[in-house]
T-cell receptor, first 112, second 113 residues
Framework: AQTVTQSQPEMSVQEAETVTLSCTYD???????LFWYKQPPSRQMILVIR??????QNATENRFSVNFQKAAKSFSLKISDSQLGDTAMYFC?????????FGAGTRLTVKP | GAGVSQSPSNKVTEKGKDVELRCDPI?????LYWYRQSLGQGLEFLIY????????KSGLPSDRFSAERTGGSVSTLTIQRTQQEDSAVYLC???????????FGQGTRLTVV
């Protein structure tokens, strides 16, 4: 069975600083996709960043980047220059054969 | 519509009643997912559809839960004989193909009283 683990239920960071959210997963498959989604208080799930497992290069989207370690089955999210609008729940997810599973989430608070 | 649409947005029902939750995915999206999210918690996987087929129904919490998808489009999640523990937000998502971005609806907040 595919599982996703986020070991940090809550985190906080000062505005303009950098924070890293952790995620590990478990699968016996070799071909899959990884995601980080953000869920602000509005409840709308928003894609932050996406990574294909067959690509060694880490994905980057503006202030958001990942550290993908396939052998270790680790997929952490780094947020640089944190902004107040980054305050939200962050969910790590991965998909194998159309089966998409999410971690329990990390609640991130950006403090002014 | 441009996005995933779920209806109703809120539903209050009495314990023991049946409810139907609807999801209209983005046109052309072959994959459709249902999740349940309790207050402040993560997303509990319920079921996914590839076209009209649901290969894995093991995520459904009990035999009171069922789901179907017709015409490769609209999906309905049905909960029979609702219980208070069924109270949660039910989220639907669709994606164009395996590994592409999943787009989420706003969810249906179900309250069983």
């Amino acid at each position: 069975a595919q599982t996703v683990t986020q070991s940090q239920p809550e985190m906080s960071v000062q505005e303009a600083e950098t924070v890293t959210l952790s995620c590990t997963y478990d699968t016996s498959e070799s071909n899959y996709y990884l995601f980080w989604y953000k869920q602000p208080p509005s409840r709308q799930m928003i894609l932050v960043i996406r990574q294909e497992a067959y690509k060694q290069q880490n994905a980057t989207e503006n202030r958001f980047s990942v550290n993908f370690q396939k052998a270790a089955k680790s997929f952490s999210l780094k947020i640089s220059d944190s902004q107040l609008g980054d305050t939200a729940m962050y969910f790590c997810a991965f998909i194998v054969n159309n089966d998409m599973r999410f971690g329990a989430g990390t609640r991130l608070t950006v403090k002014p | 519509g441009a996005g995933v649409s779920q209806s109703p947005s809120n539903k209050v029902t009495e314990k023991g009643k049946d409810v139907e939750l609807r999801c209209d995915p983005i046109s052309g999206h072959t994959a459709l997912y249902w999740y349940r999210q309790s207050l402040g918690q993560g997303l509990e996987f319920l079921i996914y559809f590839q076209g009209n087929s649901a290969p894995d129904k093991s995520g459904l919490p009990s035999d009171r839960f069922s789901a179907e998808r017709t015409g490769g489009s609209v999906s309905t999640l049905t909960i029979q004989r609702t219980q208070q523990e069924d109270s949660a937000v039910y989220l639907c998502a669709s994606s164009l193909w395996v590994g592409s971005e999943a787009f989420f609806g706003q969810g249906t907040r179900l309250t069983v009283v």
